[in-house]
């Protein structure tokens, strides 16, 4: 079988056009230019406003403020191939807004008009610094190291394109090329290795794979720096190759992938809900062990795709394994260590309070850590797995090698009697140190509230473990970033305790000085940079990268020196940008909520507005798209909110929607905008939209059945959910539980029964056929229901799209605007067309 053969007709067309890759159509803002001129002569209006708040994070809004030929430009093509370009962030999430994916201006209109605000560089295994930059054209990048312990600059290689894969030795580097997207990370591409000599490139190439045209699925180096060979999965299986110079060389190091029993490459399950990366596959620092993950979907049920084209008279489908909320049969896991020495393969059991569950539990994570010397007893290495049950309320952290296992420690996800459930991103970090490893986990505080905390879990010498000591304070950590052995210093990323703040924090004797920890935030020593955020630190901890974010301002890009903060180098972004517009009004703040809770928000209002004016508001609730191209010339106010469910401030605001979603979010968002009609004079209480993208679509939903008509006159759903039982079984269990044991709190999350309520409200529906995240099945019950009950409302069927709607933005949104300002705001702002 070649690749996944999961299609149901046309066996003979290749896999490459079955999916994602056919039909581009619209790629930059072709829509705004030539035959439709109102468009052109509406201007766009581009806000790029990066803002990381406490919880409305890197938000960039796009508003262009004059027509752009993009055929101009040519910033689209300036990526190289690695580069998988991310549209949305429109999952239903719980945190959208504090996210910090951010929708650039070169992914919406594939030109960078105004800010230097998408920067590229990496880390070498010794800590060297690589920037890599592109000045105009592809041909010139500009490649730079800055060793470790210096901040002197470094001609590094020439060629970008291999600069970010050297092998861990620097010999070897390959680049790819993307053949196939699949998923929201995933992707199948051809690999070639070369050789570098002195930072040149070798002209001769080798394939990656068992033949010249095999697609490549993952691909990793052995982390040792004193070797290039690697392991990569083809076809769902792994392979090993130990000479890059010899593709033929290379060993099938499992058997029998295929699309529903993967190996090494993540299914569509773990990909989206717990991974978040497509491979699953970790190496051991020394590079003797691999550890992978083998995704059995055999006995999961199916969903079907479909794809329309013109070769084809019939429709294809999609055969895609999806597992909902409450099935039987989930997707199956199961761990497994390669041993390099002796080329033994074992499999490691799961904990036994989970092996005795059916496979009805999930592996977060794997992290290969060197044996600390407490723990001398389990040889040099070992890994440790983060498990959990499939309610996702017990954790359990094992270490393993290729002979035993031991538990390190495991508790229910339960902090002073409250009930958490375990959130996949807090986990996954692990840090080791001297004597074990650090993670986040909740603590409570003095406060009342429980913040995740970074929590230092020391091993003893048979491997059990206690948590030793706790980092944190007053809200919650979001990130670890790095932990230095040898400095013995923390960083990590938190929204600290203002609204609109996003920092840096750096905590110096961080485990074996005194007790008492001191929480240095690096903001605070930056000009003008309430919100910066770090990728991440170099791999000995030692520096870190600092971005600092601006609303309509190039974002500052800082090389900083962990130790003594004071060390420091501005790498780019240090010359104003240049917005040939007046820039909005931002303005952060909060109003007390009757939940009893603080309700913060975003407003952004045009600049000039006269007095007495009244100009309409868009809500974007969250899960909405991270960038907007519409109406901010049309004088119209733009907020965001977090209200009970959000992140950041602790579990008193997320335990509110444990198994209840959809109920206490809609109730604030309500007397959110109350509290604006109250407070803010210049919004239109005749004109106030809500909008919101997958889970931001069903709560604007949800809204619209609750408020009909009294506040919100509009409202626009884009790929929402209608009813949490067609969603996946790893997200919605993780908040909902199992539907037998909480029919009501599914029940509540079903919209369809109360379509009848749609009404006094302009609603707006649109939703991508083939979104294999969230299904338009939901959509199509939920406008069934919509016309069964007679209701007026527009829909928007995009065929061949996914839940990001790519292809198809600027339609969507110059539908949206139109929908604004024609059938909502009903505008006498000014004549439209
Ligand atoms: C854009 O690309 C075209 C051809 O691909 C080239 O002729 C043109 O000079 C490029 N423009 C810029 C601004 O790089
Ligand atoms: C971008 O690259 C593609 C092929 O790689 C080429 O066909 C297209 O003309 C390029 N676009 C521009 C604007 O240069
Ligand atoms: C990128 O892809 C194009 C074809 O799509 C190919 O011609 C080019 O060589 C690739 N570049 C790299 C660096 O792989
Ligand atoms: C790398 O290329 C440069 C310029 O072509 C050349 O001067 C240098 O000797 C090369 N280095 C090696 C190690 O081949
Ligand atoms: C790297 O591999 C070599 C050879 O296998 C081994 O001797 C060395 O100890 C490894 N390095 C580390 C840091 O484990
Ligand atoms: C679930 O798996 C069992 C075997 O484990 C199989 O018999 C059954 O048909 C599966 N159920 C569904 C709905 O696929
Ligand atoms: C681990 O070793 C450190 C000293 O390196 C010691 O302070 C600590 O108590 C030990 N922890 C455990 C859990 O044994
Ligand atoms: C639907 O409308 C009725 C009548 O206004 C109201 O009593 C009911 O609570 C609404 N349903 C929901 C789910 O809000």
Known sequence: MENDVS?????????????????????????????????????????????????????????????????????????????????????????????????????????????????????????????????????????????????????????????????????????????????RHSAERLYHIVKITNGNVSSEQWHVGPDENSLIQAFYWNPNTSSHDF?????????????????????????????????GIANWLYEEEILEVPGAVWWSPSGRYVSYLRFDDREVNRIFLPKYNDEDSYVEYFELPYPKAGVLNNSLV???????????????????????????????????????????????????????????????????????????????FRVDGRQLWVQPRDVIGIFPTESGFLTLLPHSHEDGNIYNHVAHIEMDRTGTGKITRWIGDNFDVISIKGYSKK???????????????????????ALYGSQKNTLHKVSELFDECRSMTSPSADPTGERIVVQCEKPFDNTRLYLVDVADTTKRILLDGGTKAYIPFEIPIVKFGKFPLPSGIDGHYMLMKPP??????????????????????????????????????????????????????????????????????????????????????????????KIAIKDQGELVKCAISIAPVTDFKYYDSAYTERYLGQPSDNPVGYSNTNVIPHARNVTNVKYFLAHGERDDNVHYQNSARWSEALQYNGVHFTQLVYANEAHSLSHKLHHLYSEIQRFLMNDCFNSNLVDFL
Not at 42 to 47: A, E, G, K, R, Y
Not at 490 to 505: C, K, M, S, V
Not at 624 to 632: A, E, F, L, M, R
């Open 231 to 263: 392991v990569y999965v083809h076809n769902y299986n792994l392979y090993y190759q130990r000479d890059p110079e010899r593709p033929d060389s290379a060993i099938q190091l499992t058997m029998g992938g295929s699309t529903f029993n993967r190996f």
């Open 608 to 701: 000039n507005l006269q007095d007495g004016a009244k100009i309409p508001l868009l809500l974007d609730i969250y899960g909405g798209p991270d960038s907007k191209n519409i109406v901010s010339q049309y004088d119209i106010a733009y907020a965001r909110i977090d209200v009970r469910g959000s992140g950041g401030r602790g579990w008193k605001l997320k335990e509110q929607v444990y198994k209840n979603l959809g109920e206490a979010e809609v109730v604030d968002t309500l007397d959110m905008v109350r509290e604006f009609l109250n407070n803010v004079k210049f919004i239109d209480e005749d004109r106030i939209a809500v909008m919101g993208w997958s889970y931001g679509g069903f709560l604007t939903s």
């Open 7 to 183: 299609l149901l007709s046309s066996p003979g067309v290749p896999r490459s056009s079955q999916f994602q890759n056919y039909d581009v159509e619209e790629q930059g803002c072709s829509v705004f230019s030539g035959k439709h001129s109102y468009v052109a002569r509406t201007c766009c209006v581009v806000f790029i406003l990066i803002i990381c708040l406490i919880f409305l994070l890197s938000v960039i809004f796009v508003f262009m403020q004059r027509p752009v030929d993009l055929n101009s430009q040519n910033a689209s093509n300036s990526s190289t191939n690695d580069s998988l370009i991310e549209s949305t962030s429109s999952k239903p999430k719980f945190q959208s807004l504090l996210t910090s994916r951010r929708f650039t201006f070169d992914q919406l209109f594939s030109g960078k008009m105004f800010l230097t605000d998408s920067y590229d560089y990496i880390w070498l295994p010794d800590g060297s610094f690589v920037h890599m930059k592109i000045d105009g054209t592809v041909a010139n990048p500009r490649i730079s190291k800055i060793p470790l312990g210096t901040f002197e600059t470094k001609p590094f290689m020439s060629r970008i394109e291999y600069a970010r894969s050297l092998s861990s030795d620097g010999e070897y580097a390959y680049a790819s090329r993307l053949v196939n997207e699949i998923w």
């Open 334 to 412: 199961t761990q497994y260590i390669w041993d390099s020495e002796n080329h033994k393969i074992v499999e490691t059991a799961p904990p036994n309070e989970l092996s005795s569950s059916n496979g009805n539990y999930y592996v977060l994570t794997n992290k290969w850590i060197t044996i600390p010397k407490n723990a001398s007893d389990l040889g040099e290495e070992r890994l440790i797995t983060v498990w959990t049950n499939r309610d996702q309320n017990y954790l359990y952290y094992s270490l393993c090698n290729e002979q035993d296992c031991v538990m390190i420690l495991s508790f229910p």
């Open 487 to 509: 400095l013995d210093a923390l960083t990590f990323t938190a929204y600290g305790d203002g609204i609109g703040e996003h920092g840096i924090y750096i905590v110096k004797e």
